[in-house]
């Protein structure tokens, strides 16, 4: 698997992950659907057309998700037990169909778990950025992360 161990993190590491993606509308409208958000500032461009963004604006949520997706090959595919939680969720910026969206991850924290010996809590701080560079969003994420395995 790609993922790390909890080992592996190192606290101050900073991952500038390489999936990059492209958010079209077809992303925006599917997921409203999805998740049963009729918000028009998404889902209809007469209406958001209308607004001081002038054009639809990307789910925040979606946003969120892709932003965590984009993380995961290069830090927990394989290796996380569980997300424990994701707190200080940020969206300084608007993201729009056509945007470019890439990912920074910096490792924050890590601890061993009191619980589980096989097992360790990572800290992460995800950051999304979209072509121009502005910030779109961030979050802190912690996640339960398997722990290398002892090998005999």
């Given amino acids: 698997m790609a993922g790390l161990y ?5 606290v101050g590491a900073t991952i500038d992950h390489a999936l990059r993606r492209t958010v079209t509308e077809m992303d925006n409208t599917l997921f409203c659907c999805l998740t049963h958000n009729p918000q028009p500032l998404h889902i209809d461009r ?6 001081e963004w ?6 925040s949520l979606f946003t969120l998700g892709l932003m965590i997706g984009i993380s ?3 830090t927990t595919l394989g290796t996380t037990i569980a ?16 945007d470019t969206i890439r990912v920074q991850t910096e490792v924050m924290d890590k601890r ?19 072509q121009t560079d502005d910030l779109v969003a961030a979050c802190t994420r912690q996640a339960f ?8």
Avoid: C, W
Wanted: proline fraction near 10%.
């Fill in 6 to 10: 909890y080992e592996q993190f190192e």
């Fill in 46 to 51: 007469q209406f958001a057309e209308q607004s």
């Fill in 83 to 98: 997300n424990l939680g994701m707190s200080d969720v940020r969206f300084p910026s608007p993201v729009f169909p056509g």
């Fill in 145 to 152: 992360m398997r722990r290398l395995p002892e090998t005999g």
């Fill in 72 to 74: 995961v090959n290069d």
């Fill in 112 to 130: 061993e778990s009191r619980s589980r010996p096989d097992a360790g809590i990572v800290t992460f701080e995800h950051r999304a950025y979209k």
């Fill in 54 to 59: 002038g054009q639809p604006l990307m789910n």
